[in-house]
Structure formats: structure tokens, C-alpha cells
């Protein structure tokens, strides 16, 4: 039961732009902790996904890197070694290997390279994958044409079951 | 508490009462050990002429720098306060037997009754325990001017109600006996109003007009009311169980009915007509908030 009689202004009328604010502000804070949850939930993702990366992938490449300079640095301590010993007759070990990335053709792929100071004359063995046999010719051909070379001696060719050719070049230098 | 957003929770304190040669303000004591404290300022001839149709206030910035001051002197500036507004400001109507009408019934019989468009009106209905209803109207016009002297003192409204309805929902919450028939005549200085209860239900509100003193012509209508409200094949006596006074001239109206064998007891509850636009203040104070 009513208290009594009311004469004042409409209750209603005075407190509708009152509600209408809450009610707008009550929608606008339910909307933007929509866009909140939304942005948590893919900043999580993008963290898993980086953890994932960081758990997976860095160390594959790690180990990548690591191989390949453990091979980079065998190849400069034969070149030193080379250098060092005197055995070279000469030929600085940065020619060499700029005789050998001038000499790969553009489809041949360099595995390994090995110095034998001791042999005499001194002597480069190559170890490629080569796509077509012309490539390997074409390498030989290089090779030879440069007057560090005396002569080039092709002693391994195998071919792999994706076409690919394997080879071992042994390149004897002049004195 | 002032200025921030609770005060709706909080129950005003403080109100300000209107009649036509008089404003009143009101606060109630605190729970600090405060009593209550009480103003009247006198009104100008002219200053406030009371009607249900026209402007009521020739000036709303002089009576709000009257209100000011009554509302400084009992530290109630800048309170939420409730209004009893004068009671020729106001349109009334008593509808027994129609608590379960649907409003916009009662709103056609209101209408009829209103000397102005009910477009025009606030109105407000009080269903009673006895499915009795209550009607009030103001004309829009005149309670703003009202609405604007609170303003004009920096105060906010809360109940706003007539001096002489703002009692009866109390009244008619006493128990009452079977074929018992209660009077409570509120006495102003220009005017008065009667109301009836028949046990315990509402049946009658009526203000009227009278010259400052007259208690012959109240008497009258006192001493009409049994036969207006007792109906002819009851065999309940033909009298007034309990009159209560309220307001000016209780004492005279008291004396001029002690003899008389239509009225079984007379009650005077406020004697001065400010103390009784004191007593409307704390009934309205009592309600909370609308």
C-alpha cells in the first residue's frame, strides 16, 4: 500500500535520464569487457604459440647452426693448418676459397671441402650434389681453367633417387 | 551525504509547510542529541494567495528568500525536504467501495470533479485497507511555483502532499470497532477540513471555507456529519463516536460540542494552527522517500 498521496513531479520523468545513463553505462562496461576477454584470449594464443616456437624450432635451427659451424670452422682450421705450414707454396687459403665459390656452378651444392697440405703437390678434395652431369662438368671445367689448378681428378660419381648427383672432386694445385 | 548520490536512500529530515498567511520549516531532532527545530515567517498580505486554478505566488524569489531564512534557522539549507502544500491548492476527492477500481476509471470521475483539463493536473490516488479511495489534484501551474521556491534555496523535493491529506493514511491504520464513527477536524484560520472514517474506512474529505473565529458554522457541519454518514434502516446511534481537533480554535469547537449528544468524545491533539503544519511536516517525514 502507498504511503499517500504524491503531488511532485513525475518519478519517472526525473530519473529516466538517470537510468538511461546507467543503462548505457552498464552496456558500454559489458562491451569492452567483451573486447577485453577477446584480447586476453588472443594474446594467450599468440603466447603459446611463440612458447611452442621457442620449444620447437630455435633449437632445430640451433642445432642447424651449430653443425654447420663446427663444419666452417674444420675447414678453416685445415686452411690454417695449410697457411701455417707453408705447404701451400704460397696460395693463401682465402684464394682457395675463392677459387672454389668462383668455380660452383649456380645448381651445384658444396658438402665439403677438404685441404691436404701434405700431399705433394697440395690438393682440394670437393664433395658436391650436383643436379645434372652437366653441372659437373661444368664444375671440372672451372676448375681447371683456373692456373692455380694443375689437374682435376673426378673420383666418385653416384646418382641419388631423387636424380641428384653426389660427387668427389680431387683438385690438385700448382707449386 | 549532501551532493553525493546516496541521498536517495536516506529519509529527508526536514520539509516545509505552506498556508495562506504563514510559511513553516521543519527538522527533525539528530542523532546527535539535537532537538527539533521549528520556524514560521508571517507572509506579506498578497504575497501568497492560495487557488486551485491561478498562480498562487506573486513573487517566487520573495517567498524563496523567506523559505531561506526559516530553512537557515533550523539548519536545513541544501536538504532533501518534503512539502505539504496548502490545502486550497488541492482538489479532493474520496471514492469509498472503489479500491479495486482500474485508475483510468477513477481518473474520468477525477476529471469531472477538476475546474481545469486533467491534462493540466498532477494527481495521485491512495487506496485504503477498506477499498476506499483518495484523490488529489494540483493544477501543473501552481505546483511548479512551489517546486521553484525549493529550488531557489537549493534544496531537492521529496514527498510533495497537501497539510491537511498528508495525515489521514495514518488515520486510517487505527483500529476501529464495528459501526464506529471518527471525525478529525483540521481548523485553519481561512478554512477547515473534516474527515470521516466509518469503522475504520474513509468515506468522507471535505474542505471549506470560514471567517477567522467562526466555530458556529463548523459546529453545524460537525453535527451534520452522523446523518450524512450512518445509514437510515442501521440501528447504530445517530452520533459521532470520537472527534478529534486539530489546528486553530480546537478549544472553542471542543466547548461549543461538549454538551452535545451527537458527539461521544472530543480529543484536541494540536492546539495552534503552526503546530499543526508542524505535525503534517513529520507525517510526511515519516514516509521516506515516494
Known amino acids: ?19 538511461f545513463l546507467v543503462l548505457f553505462g552498464v552496456i558500454a562496461t559489458l562491451f569492452h569487457f567483451g573486447i577485453y576477454v577477446r584480447q586476453v584470449r588472443e594474446l594467450a594464443a599468440v603466447r603459446s604459440d611463440v612458447e611452442w616456437r621457442e620449444a620447437t624450432v630455435v633449437p632445430a635451427v640451433n642445432a642447424a647452426s651449430d653443425s654447420e659451424l663446427a663444419q666452417e670452422r674444420a675447414v678453416l682450421a685445415r686452411l690454417s693448418a695449410l697457411s701455417e705450414s707453408g705447404a701451400s707454396t704460397g696460395i693463401l687459403t682465402t684464394e682457395l676459397l675463392q677459387l672454389v665459390a668462383n668455380a660452383l656452378p649456380d645448381d651445384v651444392a658444396l658438402v665439403s671441402l677438404s685441404i691436404e697440405p ?8 670437393v664433395e658436391a650434389v650436383a643436379r645434372r652431369e652437366e653441372d659437373v662438368t661444368a664444375l671440372e671445367r672451372r676448375m681447371a681453367a ?4 694443375a689437374a682435376t681428378r673426378l673420383l666418385g660419381e653416384r646418382s641419388a633417387a631423387d636424380g641428384t648427383l653426389s660427387i668427389r672432386l680431387q683438385v690438385e694445385l700448382t707449386r | 551525504m549532501h551532493g553525493s548520490g546516496l541521498w536517495r536512500w536516506r529519509k529527508p529530515s526536514a520539509g516545509l509547510a505552506f498556508s495562506g498567511q504563514s510559511l513553516v520549516a521543519f527538522k527533525k531532532g539528530g542523532k546527535n542529541g539535537s532537538g527539533p527545530r521549528f520556524e514560521r515567517k508571517e507572509l506579506a498580505e498578497g504575497l501568497l494567495e492560495v487557488s486551485a486554478t491561478t498562480p498562487n505566488v506573486h513573487s517566487v524569489r520573495d517567498l524563496a528568500q523567506i523559505a531561506e531564512t526559516a530553512l537557515d534557522a533550523v539548519g536545513a539549507r541544501g536538504e532533501r525536504l518534503v512539502v505539504a502544500l496548502p490545502d486550497l491548492a488541492i482538489t479532493t476527492a474520496v471514492f469509498p467501495g472503489r479500491g479495486r477500481a482500474p485508475e483510468r476509471e477513477l481518473r474520468q470521475e477525477l476529471a469531472s470533479m477538476l475546474p481545469y483539463a486533467l491534462g493540466e493536473a498532477r494527481y495521485d490516488f491512495w487506496r485504503g485497507r477498506h477499498d476506499e479511495v483518495l484523490a488529489a489534484a494540483v493544477r501543473e501551474m501552481v505546483a511548479i511555483q512551489y517546486e521553484q521556491i525549493v529550488e531557489a534555496v537549493e534544496c531537492r523535493l521529496a514527498w510533495v502532499d497537501a497539510v491537511s491529506l498528508s495525515p489521514i493514511p495514518s488515520w486510517s491504520r487505527r483500529p476501529s470497532k464495528k459501526g464506529e464513527l471518527d471525525v478529525c477536524l483540521q481548523l485553519y484560520a481561512g478554512h477547515y477540513c473534516l474527515t470521516v472514517f466509518r469503522e475504520g474506512e474513509l468515506v468522507d474529505a471535505r474542505t471549506k471555507l470560514r471567517k477567522a473565529g467562526d466555530v458556529e458554522l ?15 434502516d442501521s440501528d447504530e446511534q445517530d452520533s459521532i463516536d470520537s472527534l478529534s481537533l486539530f489546528g486553530c480554535d480546537t478549544a472553542a469547537v471542543a466547548a461549543a460540542l461538549e454538551d452535545s449528544a451527537r458527539v461521544r468524545a472530543i480529543r484536541i491533539v494540536t492546539d495552534d494552527e503552526d503546530r499543526h503544519l508542524e505535525f503534517s511536516i513529520e507525517t510526511l517525514l515519516a514516509r521516506g522517500s515516494p
Open chain 1, 146 to 149: 683456373s692456373n692455380r689448378v
Open chain 2, 218 to 232: 463548523v459546529c453545524r457541519e460537525v453535527l451534520r456529519v452522523p446523518a450524512l454518514h450512518v445509514s437510515a
Open chain 1, 1 to 19: 500500500m502507498k504511503s499517500g498521496i504524491y503531488l511532485g513531479p513525475p518519478i519517472g520523468s526525473a530519473r529516466g535520464p538517470g537510468r
Open chain 1, 118 to 125: 701434405s700431399t705433394s703437390p697440395p690438393s682440394l678434395l
